[in-house]
């Protein structure tokens, strides 16, 4: 009587690691604790100005390590994602600025935006933003996103408001600002953004959270 062929068995892969967890450990395999002790040791102000000051700081880095660190101390900014949904609600008009930025050395097309002074509230700053710099003002204003443009030498954080309902007026910009003032359909900013038009960090993640809410039906 012929012998029946066992079948080999198959080898059971282990799971992959979980993406989160790998996120979650350090360069060198130690874990990373938020709750390490961080530590200001030293620190001194190289400069101070009317916009910011730099600080170069001595700490002590949660991993136990000690270095120099240069930071550049702002009071925040305010950044205003003005639409006019009055002829087209499902592809308003964008209130974009383009003016000179010479540490871009060019011209740069960004929605309005500027320095919230020291005490001031977030929300009268991104209104005074948006008179002076364009004119406008709104009726209805919402609270989005604030986060940290470049967190490995800036303080500055910057929050993001949309305003909708807009009432033209006349504009008040500062002494030093040049700006040409656009109203972009949302689509074709979009498409600005796919071909590399939109360099402004702010800019970039504002247009792209509007149509990422107007597409889940937020708005």
Do not use: C
């Not at 240069?70 to 925040?76: A, F, K, N, Q, Y």
């Not at 003016?99 to 005074?128: D, F, M, N, T, V």
């Not at 590399?196 to 889940?216: E, F, H, N, P, S």
């Amino acid at each position: 009587m012929a012998r029946r062929a066992t079948k080999s068995k198959k080898q059971v892969k282990k799971p992959a690691q979980p993406a989160e967890q790998k996120i979650l450990t350090t360069t060198n395999t130690t874990p990373l604790q938020r709750s390490a002790k961080v530590e200001l040791l030293s620190t001194k102000i190289p400069y101070k100005g009317p916009l910011f000051s730099v600080h170069t700081d001595y700490v002590l880095e949660p991993g136990g390590i000690e270095s120099w660190r240069d930071v550049i101390h702002h009071s925040g900014s305010v950044v205003v994602l003005a639409i006019d949904e009055s002829e087209n609600r499902r592809d308003p008009y964008v209130l974009i600025e383009e003016q000179y930025r010479h540490a871009a050395g060019q011209y740069l097309l960004e929605i309005p935006a500027g320095r919230k002074e020291p005490g001031e509230k977030s929300l009268p700053a991104a209104k005074r933003e948006l008179l002076e710099e364009t004119g406008f003002k709104a009726k209805r204003w919402t609270k989005l996103v604030r986060y940290y443009a470049s967190p490995g030498f800036l303080g500055e954080w910057m929050q993001i408001y949309l305003a909708r309902d807009l009432v033209a007026g006349p504009a008040m910009p500062e002494e030093d600002e040049f700006i040409l003032l656009r109203r972009i359909p949302l689509s074709a900013l979009l498409k600005a953004i796919d071909a590399g038009k939109i360099l402004d960090g702010k800019t970039l993640i504002a247009v792209q959270m509007l149509d990422r809410m107007m597409k889940k039906g937020e708005l």
